[in-house]
Antibody
Framework: QVQLLQSGGEVKKPGASVKVPCKTSGYTFTSYGITWVRQAPGQGLEWLGWISPYDGNTKSSEKVQGRLTMTTDTSSTTVYMELGSLTSADTAVYFC??????????????????WGKGTTVTVSS | DIVMTQSPLSLPVTPGEPASISCRSSQSLLHNNGYNYIDWYLQKPGQSPQLLINLGSHRASGVPDRFRGSGSGTDYTLKINRVEAEDVGVYYCMQTLEAPYSFGQGTKLEIK
C-alpha cells in the first residue's frame, strides 16, 4: 500500500537549516507530486509547497519562498524539504503528503490523499 | 492570495445529532469547468490530517456517507448527518483553485 515515512524529529539552532526526508513507497514515484504542510504547536495547517518528482518542478508559498528548497531522489523514492535561516516561528510538525492526481505542473484540484506522520522540527537556542 | 474563513471554530455536538461547518473563501472557488476547488480534511487527535471530501462534494474512498460537502462560489458547508464519537477532531477546508493553496483556521468538533 502507499506509505510516506517521516523521521521523528530535529532540533536546530536559530539561523541553521533543516532537511526533512519523506520516504515514499507503494506507487509510481514520478507520477504524483508531493506537498509539504506544516503545523505550529496548537495551530492550524499551513501549505508550504509542492514538488513534481517527474521533473523537479516546484511551487512554494511566498511566506517561505527563498528559504524553502524541495528536492527528490528517484533512486530511493525520497522527497526532501530543506528550510533555511530558521527562527523560532519555524518550530512545527512538517507533513509530507502525496497528491491524489497525477501531474507535473501544480494545477487545480491537487488534493492530498496519503499523508506522512510528520517530522517535528524544534528551533531553539 | 485566497483567504479561507471557517465557522464556528468550536463545535460541541451530542452523538446522533447533526453538525454543520461553514467555510467562506475570499474569492469564488467555482471554475468555469463547473468544479468547486475546495477540499475538506479531518485531523483526529494525535494523527495526520485525512481527506474527507474533494472538489466540494466528492467523498474520498472509505469516508462514510454521513459526511456531505456542498456549496458553490464562495460559500461551502460540510455536514455530518449523525455525529459519532469517532468524528472528533479538527476539520479544515482548503482551496486548491490556485497556488498558494490555503487552509481555513480549523473547526474543533467535540462530543458533548
Amino acid at each position: 500500500q502507499v506509505q510516506l515515512l517521516q523521521s521523528g524529529g530535529e532540533v536546530k539552532k536559530p539561523g541553521a537549516s533543516v532537511k526533512v526526508p519523506c520516504k515514499t513507497s507503494g506507487y509510481t514515484f514520478t507520477s504524483y507530486g508531493i506537498t509539504w504542510v506544516r503545523q505550529a504547536p496548537g495551530q492550524g495547517l499551513e501549505w508550504l509547497g509542492w514538488i513534481s518528482p517527474y521533473d523537479g518542478n516546484t511551487k512554494s508559498s511566498e511566506k517561505v519562498q527563498g528559504r524553502l528548497t524541495m528536492t527528490t531522489d528517484t533512486s530511493s523514492t525520497t522527497v526532501y524539504m530543506e528550510l533555511g535561516s530558521l527562527t523560532s516561528a519555524d518550530t512545527a510538525v512538517y507533513f509530507c503528503a502525496k497528491v491524489g492526481v497525477p501531474g507535473t505542473i501544480l494545477g487545480r484540484g491537487y488534493y492530498m490523499d496519503v499523508w506522512g506522520k510528520g517530522t517535528t522540527v524544534t528551533v531553539s537556542s | 492570495d485566497i483567504v479561507m474563513t471557517q465557522s464556528p471554530l468550536s463545535l460541541p455536538v451530542t452523538p446522533g445529532e447533526p453538525a454543520s461547518i461553514s467555510c467562506r473563501s475570499s474569492q469564488s472557488l467555482l471554475h468555469n469547468n463547473g468544479y468547486n476547488y475546495i477540499d475538506w480534511y479531518l485531523q483526529k487527535p494525535g494523527q495526520s490530517p485525512q481527506l474527507l471530501i474533494n472538489l466540494g462534494s466528492h467523498r474520498a474512498s472509505g469516508v462514510p456517507d454521513r459526511f456531505r460537502g456542498s456549496g458553490s462560489g464562495t460559500d461551502y458547508t460540510l455536514k455530518i448527518n449523525r455525529v459519532e464519537a469517532e468524528d472528533v477532531g479538527v476539520y479544515y477546508c482548503m482551496q486548491t483553485l490556485e497556488a498558494p493553496y490555503s487552509f481555513g483556521q480549523g473547526t474543533k468538533l467535540e462530543i458533548k
